[in-house]
């Protein structure tokens, strides 16, 4: 069996593990060899210093120690090896583990869209806009008709009006005299056209008001 069929017990009949346990696995590992890197370099470093203090001293302990060490060199290039292919099947594990919650994120997104569309149709989405935009015209309709009332003197002339006016305030002024005694022709003309030129400008300043106050309630 090989080292990942042992690590990850790849037997025929058992159930693979999951893409997080895989990965934690590896990080296991991982974790494992690279002390066993810290113990080899430590042990090289060991045999290196024991060839250094027998030297040609004591040749036969120098060179079993020089040969050791080429062993630890060897073990350590082939956990550099496996450390290297385990780091890049890591790797590959994660990101196939990133894109699958992507996938599964993005189609549970799509299903609850159907669901929510699910009881909506377009034609009757814009049909249903149709109503509210006639809606929203008949109401406009009805607040122009409300803020421009008909019947309440249209029809009316202003001049008439004023020159009923100034007959009335000429009527109201001859009983006054006729209680006094006082003669007509003592007394001073009535400024008509001053008047007539007041109460003008008097009803432009009302006109100008409901025109505003139409204005406010459209």
Known sequence: MSIFGKIFGGGKNEKAPTTGEAIQKLRDTEEMLVKKQDFLEKKIQSEISIAKQNGTKNKRVALQAL??????????????????TIEMQREALESANTNTNVLETMSNAAKALKAAHKHMNVDEVHDMMDDIAEQQDVA???????????????????????????????????????????????????????????????????????????????
């Open 140 to 218: 406009r309709e009805i607040s122009d008709a409300i803020s421009n009332p008909v019947g309440f003197g249209e029809d009316m002339d202003e001049d008439d009006l004023l020159a009923e006016l100034e007959e009335l305030e000429q009527e109201e002024l001859d009983e006054k005299l006729l209680n006094t005694g006082e003669s007509v022709a003592e007394l001073p003309e009535v400024p008509t056209g001053n008047l007539a030129r007041v109460e003008r400008k008097k009803k432009e300043e009302e006109d100008d008001e409901m025109a505003e106050l139409a204005a406010w309630a459209s």
């Open 67 to 84: 040969k050791r060490k080429k062993r630890y060199d060897k073990q350590l290039q082939q956990i550099d090896g496996t450390l290297s």
